[in-house]
């Protein structure tokens, strides 16, 4: 079996963390707030506003963390995605928003952020095909 | 104008060594993802990368990267 090379190892131990701890986090915020339903107090509220915003925290420095791991190749594949899917979800928001005020119609927030990360894993995929 | 492609003598030199690409990525300490992307000329490294790849096949950087000959 070929060995893994210790880069790609290190990126996918700091991948493993940020997926636990992401779990971890949302599933502790969940179980807070189910407590919070059935015995409402301040300090509970307290405690799931606390670990709701400790997520994106957590997530961002972790996600950092791995980006800094990554090897100039990785990083270049990244950035670039990054920016194509933060360009397009730009795009995407504003024809959203003149689709909603011309149609009618409401387009749920959530899409905008299915359609970056799309965007985003495709540009990962093209590019390294690409090159 | 564009600017002429680059091609590298990575590969020959790799398998010369006996060398596999994740043997070749853990000493450069990079993905095997990107020896692969060098390798068939997708990616060109930046100067320190190329400097420790010249370092490690024992061969000067003009021997490793060459542009890419042009047809008349």
Partial sequence: MTPVPSRERRVNRTMQTFLTTTLLITVIALLVRG?????????????????????????GVLLYRAYRQLDEYGQRLQERAAGLAFLLSMVATMVGYWVQTLAGVQIPLWTVYV??????????????RAG | MTPDAVRNAIRDLRTSLGWTQADLAERLDVSRQTVN???TGKYDPSLPLAFRLSKLLSKPIEELFFPEPQGD
């Fill in chain 2, 37 to 39: 992307a060098l390798e």
């Fill in chain 1, 35 to 59: 407590l919070k339903v059935r015995f409402p107090s301040d300090f509970l509220n307290g405690m799931e506003l606390g670990l709701l915003a400790a997520l994106p925290v957590g997530m």
């Fill in chain 1, 115 to 128: 359609f970056g990360l799309l965007v985003y894993s495709v540009s990962v995929q093209l590019q390294k």
